[in-house]
C-alpha cells in the first residue's frame, strides 16, 4: 500500500490574541495558496487540530474537495500516527510547530529538525510504500 501524508503547521497567527488566535491575513492567504497546491494531490482526509489557527489553515483546502475535518488532540501525536498509518490514505495534518516535527518523527522515526516559532512555509511530504518510509522536505508556495 502506498500513500502520502502532508504534514504542514498553521499558517501565520495573529500575536495578541490570546491563547487561540486566529490567522492573520498573509495567514488566511497561505492557507488559500496551500488548498491551491493540494489540489489533485488525491487527499481523502484533512486533520486538524482543535484550534482556530489550524482550523482556518485547513478548511479552504478541505471546503474545496468537500471534506470535513478530522479533528486530533494534539497531545495524543502517538495515537493520530496509528491512525493515519493504518488508515492508509493520502492526508493533510494541520498542527503547530512543536507537534508537525514530532508526528513526523513518529511516522518515519527517522531524526526531524525542530521548527522555529517564526517558520510557517516548510510542508513534510511523508511518502509511505509498503514498509518504506521517504521523508522529504519541502518549501510551500510563496506569496505572488
Known sequence: QSFKLYLVRHAE???DAGRDPHL???GHQRAHRLAEWLQNK???DVWSSDYFRTRETARPFAD???KQLKIYDPHELEALAAQ???AGNNAVIVGH???TPELARLLCNCDIEDMDEAEYDRLIL???DGGD???TTLKQPAAP
Open 13 to 15: 497567527k495573529q500575536t
Open 24 to 26: 492573520t491575513s498573509i
Open 42 to 44: 488525491s487527499i481523502t
Open 64 to 66: 474545496s474537495v468537500g
Open 84 to 86: 493515519v498509518l493504518n
Open 97 to 99: 510547530s512543536n507537534t
Open 126 to 128: 511523508v511518502g509511505v
Open 133 to 135: 518510509v521517504n521523508v
